[in-house]
Each structure stands twice: as C-alpha cells, then as structure tokens.
C-alpha cells in the first residue's frame, strides 16, 4: 500500500519540507518548485523527491505551474498570507481549474489577527502559544526545544493530518478544500494536557506562572538526566512507585530519603548526581537494560553514533505482510536536492512534455512554457496571411496589482494551438 497521489511542494524552509518528505515516504509523488534563479537549496529533507526551477512572477512560470496544478492531488505552500494571492495562484484560481485539489497552507502566525504579516521562528511562534512559559528551569528564563515543537510538529505534522483528511473528504464528496494550519495554534493544542494540569492544579506540572517546579517539567529528581563518569547522560523516568523502588534499587542507594516529602528532592537529587558519576553510560545500559526502572540512554544525534530507526507508523492488513512505510533511514540517507534535479522525468511523467519539444529551461529563469505552432501546408512562405487564430483557449489567473507589473497574458499553452490557413489560390 502506498499514497497514488502528486504533490507540489513550494520550496521553504523545514515544516513545509518535511511535510513533503512525509508525504513522500508513504509514496506520494513530490515535485519541489524551487526558484529559477537559485543554484543551490539548503533543504536536506528532500529523500524521493524532485525538483522544478520556475519563475512564478513570469506568465511563462506560472502557465507551467497551472498545468502542473491541473494534474496535482496537493498543492503545499509555506509563505506568508497574500503572496499567492499576488502571484494570481491562490486557492480558489486553482481549485477553480483543478476543483479535486487539496490546497495546503502552513503559517507561523495565524493568517489573521495583528502577527499575520510578521516574519518569525519557531521560539516566537511557542512564545506567543503560551507554551514556551512552562518550558525550562525556574531560576533561567523559559528554554525553546529547538525547533521541534512548532515547526515540526505544531507545523509539519499538523498540516500533514489536515490534508490526509481533507483527501478523505475528497473520496466522499469528489471535491478538493484548502487546507489552513498555523503552528502558534497548533502549539497550543498541543500544551493542551500542560495547560490544564496547570490549570487544575495537577503534579505534574508547576503551577500557574511557575516551570520547573512539577513531576513532569523538571522539578522532581526521578524524572531528568543525569551525566555519567565518561562525560554522557542517563534518562530517567520513574515516576510511578513501582519503578522508583527499581531505580533505586539497581543505583545501588541505601537510606533513601522518602520522596514524598518535597523537601527530600535536593538531596535525592544529589544523591543521584553522585552515583551516575560512579560509572559510564555503557555500564549503566549494561545495569538497567530489560528492568523497569525507566532508565534509558541519551543517545547523540551525530554521523558518529548509529542512531535505530523505525517507521514512524506501521499499518498492515491480513493480506499485507509488510508495512506500508519506507523506514526512515532513507529519509536521512535524502541529501540535498539540486533546484531542477528530475526536471525531464517531472515533466514527462506529469504533463507528457520534453524539454526543447513543450519546454525549454532557460538560465535565471527557470522552466517555460514553449508556443507550439501549427505548421501551414506551405511551409510558412505562403501568402495566406499572418494573423493566427485561436482555438480552445482559457484565461489564466489575473496577478494581484499589489503584487507583480501586470502583462498581456496568453491563454493557457497547453490548450492554445495557433493555426492560420494558406489562402486559396
């Protein structure tokens, strides 16, 4: 089982590849539209996919966009609100041509409200979900996650389950939808068993205005990290009773103050520091491997250790003896991908063209459309006249006059056929 579907990504940075790389790997057919005028993209989230240099503020960029997006199932676009808009490829231009389309946008910033318009990364986009406040510790000010939690998760995955049900509301109705996902919003849901632990006054988290503090944020010293004597770290998670009397037990600590008493936390906590010290982290995964005191490793994400991949889901059926999802290995395994690497297959494969038969790739410009004509029966010397008519033609979208120059646009080319007939003699 795979994703029969075409996807457009428009070249970003890393939610909206990474929603594509997803896409991807469950089979999708993913066309990146880079720039024309760029060499180099420094997206490395690009495994199995391809890539098509075209200027968008060109009518010759745009003409190809649209056939491509005649025949595409999503349409994924990272920028800020209005610029599709300007270009004349917003949503309703596109599913007007292509009413089966899933339109995907993914903002930082909800598209409206007073941040719309503004530039921004995934700290200010936690920041302002208010879920950046309970992150860190209670004498330093709050610590973003890097740039997991909004772009990737707030950000790649959520528009990623926005349109795998918008295509199934597609198999109901036959029709496509757009699809708006923001990470500020996204983020917040995602705090939302924080938010009411805090608000409910649970464990787990500080109170209300505090982090740092809760069984889950930091503050009790059986759920944390702690370095061992060769300089690496150990994961600890006991929270339940059961487990902590394991920990403690494989720690080999006697006298233990009760951890029930708030009060004991600093000296449990000390006390844990000195015994991770006593040995290395391989001899600690030697101590808890296969014991339920929920201690693991923390391994390093670099080229010199092998970090285990598995798929993200496995799906099977009776009749399926192996998963449906690639492992991710071959996702970090992706690279970059060079702006225009699988042009000549993209554009056979989608749209039946050739380049330097349909299309043409032009420096700087990325790939056009090239005017097909009708050769008269004369060879092009007769005397039957030079006006052309034109046959099955359609207009393309109007450009915003916010946005580019405006110019006089020809109709659709891979419905134009310019013919004239020899006159009769």
Known sequence: MTLPIRVLELAGLAPVPYAGLLLSQFGADVVRIDRADVEENPDFLCAGKRSLRLDLKTREGREVFLNLARRADVVIEPFRPGVMEKLGLS??????????????????????????????????????????????????????????????????????????????????????????????????????????????????????????????DGGAPWYGTYETKDGKYMAVGALEPQFYAVLVRLLGLEDVPSREERVNWAAIRTAFERKFKEKTRKEWEDVFDASDACVTPVKELDLG?????????EIKSDHEAQSVWTPPSTA????????????????????????????????GKGLQRTVVREACRCGGRCQCGTNARKRRTTKLPQPSQAGIKQKNLTPNLPYIVRTHTPSQQ
Do not use: C
């Open 332 to 363: 970090d395994e992706g690279g970059a991908l060079k702006p225009g690497t699988g042009e000549d297959e993209v554009l056979q494969d989608w749209l039946g063209w050739r380049i330097g038969r349909e299309a043409q790739s032009v420096p």
């Open 91 to 216: 949503p309703d231009e596109l599913i007007k041509i292509n009413p089966r389309l899933i339109y995907a946008r993914l903002t930082g910033f909800p598209r409206n409200g007073k941040y719309s318009k503004m530039a921004g990364h995934d700290v200010n986009y936690v920041a302002i979900s208010g879920v950046l406040s309970f992150l860190g510790y209670p004498d330093r000010p709050p610590q973003p996650p890097t740039n997991l939690l909004a772009d990737f998760a707030g950000g790649s995955l959520t528009v990623v389950i926005g349109i795998l049900l918008a295509l199934l509301n597609r198999n109901r109705t036959g029709h496509g939808s757009v699809v708006n996902a923001n990470m500020v919003d996204a983020v917040s849901h995602l705090g939302t068993f924080a938010r009411l632990s805090k608000r409910y006054g649970s464990a787990y988290f500080s109170p209300v205005n505090e982090r740092g503090e809760g069984l889950l």
């Open 305 to 313: 250790e092998k970090v285990d991949t598995v798929p993200l889901v």
